[in-house]
């Protein structure tokens, strides 16, 4: 088993009520080795100016994992198969909306991963899709 931690880190301005709902959702997240990113709410759920543009929000620092988890799994798979890579991209896109039972949540992210391959072997595209899925499947001995 492995664990895993973070500290998340949230502070009321002093000129806010709080109880009135009108505060900044602004705060961070701090992993550890030192990295701090700042998060917020995104400005689509809770309006400007109680979100911070700029942060990183929830839904998607999600997103973002899911497609690293996968971008790292992949390029291990490649490795393992031989094949170089030179450069990974992936604009990975979440969808947010009402389930079955009227709750919101992502339903639906769709990774795009573009590979670069280097080196003088190449995969086809029936091991690439292969490398693709493979991630899933627990039991690939990395």
């Given amino acids: 088993m492995t664990e895993y931690t973070a500290k998340i880190f949230w502070k009321r301005h002093p000129d806010e009520a709080f109880t009135d709902n009108k505060y900044s959702r602004g705060h961070s997240w701090e992993f550890d080795g030192g990295t701090i990113i700042a998060a917020s709410s995104a400005p689509s759920i809770v309006p400007l100016p109680y979100s911070v543009e700029a942060n990183v929000d929830p839904e998607e620092a999600f997103i973002a994992s899911l497609s690293s988890c996968h971008m790292l799994f992949f390029l291990a798979i490649a490795g393992k198969r031989c094949f170089v890579i030179d450069e990974y991209i992936d604009n990975p896109i979440g969808i947010m909306e009402q389930d079955g039972d009227c709750k919101t949540s992502i339903t639906k992210v769709t990774l795009r991963p573009q590979v670069t391959f280097g080196g003088d072997t190449k995969p086809t595209l029936?091991?690439?899709?292969?490398?693709?899925?493979?991630?899933?499947?627990?039991?690939?001995?990395?």
Wanted: aromatic share 6%; net charge negative.
């Fill in 126 to 142: 029936e091991k690439l899709d292969k490398m693709h899925h493979d991630w899933l499947d627990a039991s690939i001995a990395l």
